[in-house]
RNA sequence: AGGCCUGUGGUGAAAUGGUAUCACAGCACUCUCCAAAAGUGCUUUUCUAGGUUCAAAUCCUAGCAGGCCUG
C-alpha cells in the first residue's frame, strides 16, 4: 500500500522545515495543505518563501525549496476564489504524480478542512456550484432562507444545528445541495478517499500557547522585514481589490486596512498579531478532534529527532530499493 | 498653588434622573464547495466616601487619580 506522510499543527510552528528535513531523508516531496498558499503572489504573508540562506527557485508548477520540491503553491490567481473542491481535485492529481514516481508525499498543512477533505473526502462535493441560484438566494434574509429550506427538505434543516441555522453561507448550500441533489456529478478523482487507498502517518506539531504567541509574534516582525507591507503594495498594484485582500484574511485583511488608511503601522501589528493568535488556536480546535495524530512538542529540543525515529519506524524500507 | 475638564468591563466608547448598552479582546463552540471564510453561545463594568431623590453613571459635597491652562 502506498504510503502518504502528514505534517501537520497551528502556524509558526515550523512544519515545512520539518518536512523538508524528513524529504531528504527519505527522497520526499511536499505537498502543501494551505487555503492560502495556493495563491501565485501571496508569498511573504503565508510563509512561503524560506528564510535565512536557504535557496529556493519557482518553475511553473511547482517551487525547489532546498532542492526539494514543493507542490500546491501557486495554483491560483489571488484575484479568483479557489475552495475545498478546486484543492482536492489538485492536490490529489499531484499525490498520485509523486506515488507514481516513486516517491514519499508528504502534506504539510495548517488548513484543517481541506485536509480533512483531502483524507476522508466530502461527498457532496460532487453537487456543484449554481452561481445563479447562489446569487438569488444572495439577496434573501436569514429568516427567508431557513423557510426555504425547511419547506424544501425539513430532514436536511434538522440536521443542521443552530449556529448554522444562524450562517446564510450554509442555508444557501444546504438549498444548493437540495436542489441539486439527484443530479450529483460523478467525479473519479472525489469518490475514493486519500485514507482508503493509502497508508497514513499523521505527525502533529504544537507547543503551548505562550510560546506558540511569542513564536508568531517573533515571525511577524521577521515578515515585516522581509517586505511584507511591499508585498501589499505590490498586490494592490497588480489590481487586488481591498475587499478581496479582506477576504484573504490575517495578514491581507490588515494590509488592506493599513493601505488603505483605517490603521496606522503601530495597529497593523497589534492587530495582525492578535488576529494570528486567534487563528492558531481556532486551528487547534480543529486538530484536537482528530485522534490519529501523533503530537510532537516543538519546545522540546529532542522533538525532531523522536518525530524521524517515529517516521523511519513507519516508513521502514527506503523506496528505491524495492 | 489657583482655575477648568475628565473618571463607566481588560481596551475604546454609549446611556432626556428611570431595565447599564455596544464594539474589540478573552473563553467555549459549529461546520460535508468562500474555511486565514462564515456563523453560534458565555464571561467581565459606573474611582472612593457621604448627601439629595420613590429612583443616581447622570444632580450636590469632599477625597483620590489623570489631563489642560495660569503664575
Redesign the pocket.
Known sequence: MNKVLVILGP?ATGKTDLAINIAKKLNGELVSC????VYKD?DI???KLPGGKVSYQISTNKWIIDQIPVWMYDVSSPKD???????IKDAVAVIKDILKRHKLPIIVG?????LK?LLE?????????DTSL?EEL?TMS?IALQQKLSNMSPQAFE????????????L???I??VTMYPYI?K?EL?DKPLALQCEVLKIGLTTP?PILNQRIDNRLLTRLDMGLIEEGQKLLEEGLSFDRM????????QLADLLEGKINRVEFKS?LA??????A???M??F??DLDINWFDISQSSFSLEVEALVLKWYDRPINVT
Open positions: 502556524t494551505d487555503s492560502r498558499q501571496l504573508g503565508t510563509g476564489q479557489y475552495n475545498v473542491s478546486d484543492y495548517g488548513t484543517a478542512y481541506y477533505g473526502g466530502i461527498p457532496t462535493l460532487g453537487i456543484k456550484i447562489r444572495s436569514v440536521k443542521m444545528n443552530d449556529s448554522d441555522r444562524a450562517n446564510p453561507r450554509r444557501i448550500r444546504a444548493e445541495i456529478a467525479d472525489l500557547r479582506r477576504q484573504l484574511g490575517l495578514e491581507y485583511g492587530r492578535t488576529k494570528i493568535h486567534q487563528y488556536k481556532e486551528q480546535g480543529w484536537k478532534k
